[in-house]
């Protein structure tokens, strides 16, 4: 198996040297296997339709691979007359064939290969082909590394849309690991899924021969990218696969893992939480969150579908104001839809005590940094205190699910298609705080976070007014608009106004301006309240 270490540019994709020693980012994107509805009888793609689609994604390049059976050149001069061609495309065949490991694509071979094969057997007939391990992750198989490492193979085929998230991911890992040569490929059987899994080749290829010698010599690798994002409690990597598919969807997988051992639990829980909701009428439409694809526990790593779209806090800074009202709407819906579900986790208890210890630790973190606001601090510690317990004896009826950590870095707003203004939609991420509390704790706390987040941004605050998000809200959940529910967002608004000074104490910011604003906020919030 040859190996191959890369250069790498800011595009992310490996890099050559030109004869000048400028450094030249190729750009040969192949399609490496699809098939036909012509001579596979499992796809539903004419042949004309598949090189349309692949040739209108971008890409250069199209090897057409049917099971057991090889296009002639007289097909493929055929194929190019009635697409109309030009000679930037190039169009090859290759076939897929029944071995003793499995399906292996083969390019190279002179004749169509029918049967079941030993793979040594067939390096032996075929010696100067290129032999890749095609989708070998599929229905959760977990291939051995001897036989990943086997030199009978060029290539392994690390994505597939055949394999799941998780089967893709492994195979990402595998290939980190092992650092054996990898391709991607759709195994296109429909035509939405054309060209959506392309291999990045590092040099031009004109025909097979020159398809061979980039495989043989490792000059090649998957199409994607691997971006580390912020977590609280976990290690969080977005990886986008191959090219856009049908629907303008990109591949997305979400890779969360503990930071600690220690995290593992809590991560779990809130995975299972977050699959709850998405169960209970949140997986499409137009209000949804992301799916999650896989709970691993031996290998303590959770797998979720990667959302499409932008934060509502990235949206609101850049776009106009009609724009942004209509996503400011949507956020504060997504909301209501979730207070209205009639969700029951069971977390009545839990939130009594994570909230009493919430209150000890943001008292402590006054304290222990001996913050001039030490004194203000406990006053509004203990009156939003006393107001929660007093809502755990009377109003518990009232509880509801609540997201916990609901702010505009947090909301998803995505399309399902590009430019079609119908198909918006929100998700909302990170239900590592859920809680069974009063539905006014989330509006309150998003106003806090929003006005703190957007500190910077005065018009933005002022475009979108925080009375506009609760009008919205009550509008759909039905509560009354009552003085005892004005009194449970302000002080709800200061329960979240602590935690965010607890985390500028914790940013050695608790002297700041910001945290003055935070506290004489507070403090007006809880005169208004009556506490």
Known sequence: MVKKNYMSCSSGMPCREAS??????????????????????????????????????????????????????????????????????VLLAAQEVNTDIGHVLVYGADRSITGTHPLGELRKRYPQAALVWAHPLRKGRAPKTSRLLNPDLDAIEIFNNNHTSRGNYHGLMLWHRHKFTAISGSDTHAVETAGTLPTLFDHPVRDMDGLVQELKQGRCRPLYKEIPKPGSNALVEEISLGT???????????????????????????????RSVHDHGFASGPFRVPTVMDIDEKGRIVIEEGQRGKSLFDLLVRVGQGAGREYFRAAALWLARLHTSGMKLDLVEKTIQRERHRFETYQRA????????????????????????DLRAESRHEFVLVHGDYHPKNIIIGQELMHDAGTLYVSVVDFGSVLEFHPAFDVGYFISQFQNQLRDYPAVIENYPAEDFVRAWLNVTGQPDSPGFRRALALFRIRANLSIASYLIHLGMGESGNMGEVMTGSMALLGRSGG
């Open 244 to 274: 856009k598919g049908g629907d303008e969807f990109r591949q997305r997988i979400i890779v969360k893992r503990p930071k600690d051992a220690g995290r593992w639990e809590a991560l779990k829980h809130s995975s299972e939480v977050l």
């Open 20 to 89: 000048s020693g400028r450094r030249v980012c190729p750009k040969m994107l192949i399609e490496m296997h699809a098939h036909t509805s012509r001579h596979s009888a499992c796809s539903r793609v004419d042949p004309v339709r598949l090189v349309e689609r692949v040739r209108m994604k971008g890409l250069q390049g199209l090897v057409i691979t049917e099971h057991e059976y090889l296009w002639s050149p007289s097909e493929i001069e055929e194929l190019k007359e009635k697409t109309g061609m030009d000679k930037s495309f």
């Open 366 to 389: 006054f304290e222990e940094s001996a913050s001039p606001w030490l004194d203000q601090a406990r006053t509004l510690i203990g009156a939003v205190r006393d107001f929660e317990e």
